[in-house]
């Protein structure tokens, strides 16, 4: 009998010990992503065809997760690094708009204006025809700086996207080499735990940056999708593989997508960071090349239209002739905003500004006067711009709102989530104190049965 109690005490011991270890690891990686908090269950032992129990033993270390409330918190997670990226990404398109601003396009263009009417009421004197050549000069400096601007961030984009897939293809094989190791491990009793951990991570990382949704699958695997293909099924992987188009700036929609190495399927990636990168690349930053392109075009054609009208002195001062253009594209290329440039001709001589009306009069600066007054033509590039850089405006405010109300969302996600299978550690304490003092009692059951034996002994 008494073996039996030393026994039954013992196993008591093992069992609380082995708690204790399951309360560490816990409070360890109360802060570790992917980490599903854990319990241990005990049960009875009991001696076969006999009412009596023979102690206890640890039926098994138990992971608390909810398969509804990670999904929403997966998805959710995607949408949230959908939509930050999405306004970095607009904002840093923004910046080269440089709107609202002192320095920015819509000034430069009233100053080149303005420069206009100071040719119209002295058209005899060099000095104001300087004036505007060098301020033409700024405007489609501008033009072009933004042009360049949305140019490197489609290829920052591009490449960005290149980078991460190499990281995504990585972290599908290994989500695979890991579903392959839990089914080997799957009749274990918490043996698979910190392999399930760790591809928790993976599947984490793989949300938010190309948006996929998990499916359990048979011993303990799981079934990895996005957009509803299958990028990983039990240990066979997916590779992906990125393509992009180009344009400076880049004005053609819908040239980047990424696929599958294996069939080159298309993949509809719509969330994540990759999600958006796409839809910038796909979308925004084409619309907003197209937005400068006409910019550009109409600019030069509605300047030189006004100039055609006029007439200016001749190269050799002996004569008059019909405005030549003001803007041109560079190497004789058609405008647009990468290449719109000041005509080398009125560079070397601003006299060839067709300030005059026709017939040619060197005193008349009514056309110039003309060109001025452009600028508050309703169809005018004032009035063109102001559209442009609202629209890009409007664009950033929506993505920012978009990105408060995903963020909003991911996080009650992630609580209700965490809530089920994260780490409390005020209730891990709690657990500790149970156990250490069911260990005690095991202890101080083991220590009377040694006493009691002792005084037997000695009484014989």
Do not use: C, H
Request: proline share 4%; charged share 5%; no cysteine.
């Amino acid at each position: 009998m008494s073996g039996g109690s030393l026994y039954i005490a013992l196993s008591g011991l093992e069992a609380q010990q082995a708690a204790l270890q399951v309360v560490s690891e816990n409070v360890s990686n109360a802060n570790t992503p992917g980490y599903l908090a854990e319990s241990t269950n005990l049960a009875n032992l009991q001696v076969a065809g006999s009412p009596i129990g023979s102690g206890v033993t640890v039926a098994g270390i138990v992971q608390s997760s909810s398969t509804f409330a990670k999904q929403m918190e997966l998805q959710a997670s995607a949408s949230n690094s959908y939509a930050s990226q999405l306004q970095s990404l607009l904002s840093s398109a923004q910046n080269f708009f440089m709107e609202p601003s002192s320095s920015g396009l819509s000034e430069q263009m009233s100053t080149m204006w303005n420069s206009f009417s100071s040719v119209a009421n002295d058209p005899t004197q060099t000095g104001p025809r300087m004036q505007v050549v060098a301020n033409a000069t700024d405007v489609a400096n501008a033009i072009n700086q933004a042009a360049t601007g949305l140019t490197s961030l489609f290829n920052q984009t591009a490449s960005a996207i290149g980078s991460q897939l190499q990281t995504v293809n990585q972290q599908l094989s290994d989500v695979a080499t890991l579903n392959q190791q839990i089914a080997a491990q799957s009749g274990s009793q918490g043996g698979a735990n910190s392999l399930i951990d760790q591809r928790n991570q993976l599947l984490n990382q793989l949300t938010s940056e190309i948006g996929v949704t998990v499916s359990p699958a048979a011993a303990g695997q799981v079934n990895v999708l996005s957009g509803g293909i299958a990028l990983v099924q039990g240990s066979q992987a997916e590779q992906l593989t990125y393509t992009a188009g180009s344009g400076s700036p880049p004005s053609t929609p819908n040239t980047a997508s990424v696929s599958l190495v294996s069939s080159g399927t298309v993949l509809p990636v719509a969330s994540g960071q990759v999600g958006a990168e796409l839809t910038v690349l796909n979308s925004n930053l084409p619309t907003y090349g197209n937005y400068l392109n006409q910019l550009a075009t109409s600019l030069a054609s509605q300047v030189n239209q006004q100039l055609a009208a006029g007439e200016s002195t001749t190269t050799s001062g002996t004569g008059s002739q019909a405005g030549i253009p003001l803007f041109v594209g560079a190497g004789g290329s058609p405008i647009n905003a990468s290449n719109i440039e000041v005509n080398s001709q009125i560079a070397s001589d601003p006299m060839l500004i067709a300030a005059s009306g026709n017939p040619y009069a060197a005193a008349d600066g009514s056309n110039a006067q003309a060109v001025a007054n452009l600028q508050t033509q309703p169809t005018g590039p004032n009035a063109l711009w102001s559209q442009i850089s609202g629209s890009v405006g409007v664009d950033v405010a929506n993505s920012q709102t978009l990105a408060t109300s995903a963020n909003s969302v991911y996080q009650q996600a992630y609580g209700q989530e965490q809530a089920v299978s994260g780490v409390n550690v005020n209730a891990q304490l709690v657990n500790m104190v149970n156990y250490q003092n069911a260990y005690q009692a095991a202890a101080k059951l083991i220590g009377t049965i040694s006493q009691t034996l002792q005084s037997l002994i000695q009484s014989v």
